[in-house]
Each structure stands twice: as structure tokens, then as C-alpha cells.
């Protein structure tokens, strides 16, 4: 079950149990075992609608509801879902018309600069899930540092929103991917081969992307 779906199922507790607003939720231990779905996947789940502010989670204290009247709403439900896919969509058509030029940029950059994507290649191979979106988001984050434009440099926000928020909604089909991608984008940098690091760069945003246009469909059937 997708973790959007299990957000969704979430907010029917919450309506059906008619909690209120600063109620804490059962820990997440018993949410598994409500939903019969893997911890993993109610964090994933928690963490999307605490994005939305629809809870809050209180450090050694727990999760807590700020605000669902919204969800109680089934078409804005609907259109909750879709929205955030939707830019999450623009979000990855912006990345792959400036990325891929970052790439080329690394292949020319001074070797400290290429060391560094290594650096950062080596971080997001490890296996540990618990940070895998940092991970993730250094190694994309040496690459457009190699751009000498400030602007495009400023795009660091909008990567890091879509790499946390993609993997929040599908993360096993994603890891799977990025790790075989990142790889032969490494490769082509640490080689300085600037079209093969441009041409690796622009099909991994690109199949992200069609991931999302594909779910995308799915929730609007």
C-alpha cells in the first residue's frame, strides 16, 4: 500500500474516531497494527500530512492532530493528492531542463569539485533507509554546486522538496532507480565525460518523472 493511501486511510480514523483538534493518535506500534501495514510505511504516511499541517508530532511526546476538517471533505481529499502530484510533476520538468547541464558542468570542474560528487555518490550508495533522502539530496546537490551560476544554484530548494517528497510517496520503486542512475552519472563525471553525464542525467529525472505521471493517472481515474 502506497504511502498516500495509507495518509488517506489515516484521516478516515481521525473522522471516524472524531478526534479533535491537540487529540494524540495511538503510537505508532498500534497505527501498523490498525492499518496492518509496516511502520515504515505509517511514517511516511505521518510525515506527509504533518507537511500539510494536519499533525503535528511532539518530540517524546507523540503525534498530535492540529487541523482535518478540510479532509473531511472526500473530493478535497481527491484533490489533495492530486495537487501534490501535480508539483511534484513541475517540480521534476524543472530539474530536467537545468540538471542535466549541471552534469556537464561537473565533467569540467577541478578535481576537489569531482572528488566531492564522489564523496557524494559514496553517501547515497549506502543501504541505511532512515536518511536516505539526505543522501540523495547531497549527491544532487555537489552536482548543481558545479554550476557557476548563482541562479541555477538556487534551485537547491526545489530538489530538495521533490527527492523528499517522491520518496515519501513511493519510495521502493524510486531507491531501485536512483542508485543504478546515480551510478552511471557518477561515472561519467568522475570520467569527465560531458555528454554521457548530461544524456545519464536527463534520463534519470526523466524516468522519476514518468513515475509521477503514471501515478498521476492512477489517481485521477
Known sequence: MKSYEVSDQLMHYIIDHKLKEGDKLPNEYELADIFQVSRKAIRQAVSLLVDE???????????????????????????????QLDRLIEAMELRCLIEPSCAACATRSPQPMRESIQEGFDLADQE?????????FY??????????????????????????????????????????????INEAIQNQNEEEAEQM?????KKIHSILVSMRKDRSI
Request: hydrophobic share 35%.
Open 201 to 205: 542525467m536527463l534520463s534519470h529525472l
Open 139 to 184: 549527491f544532487h546537490q555537489k552536482i548543481i554546486e558545479c554550476s557557476p551560476n548563482s541562479l541555477i544554484r538556487s534551485i537547491l530548494p526545489i530538489v530538495s522538496y521533490s527527492i523528499s517528497h517522491v520518496m515519501k510517496l513511493e519510495p521502493e520503486i524510486v531507491r531501485e532507480q536512483v542508485r543504478f542512475d546515480h551510478q552511471k
Open 53 to 83: 499541517s494536519i499533525l503535528e508530532i511532539r518530540r517524546g511526546k507523540g503525534t498530535f492532530l492540529t487541523d482535518h476538517s478540510k479532509f473531511q471533505d472526500p473530493t478535497f481529499r481527491a484533490a489533495y493528492h492530486i495537487a
Open 128 to 136: 541505511h533507509e532512515s536518511d536516505a533522502y539526505y543522501r540523495d
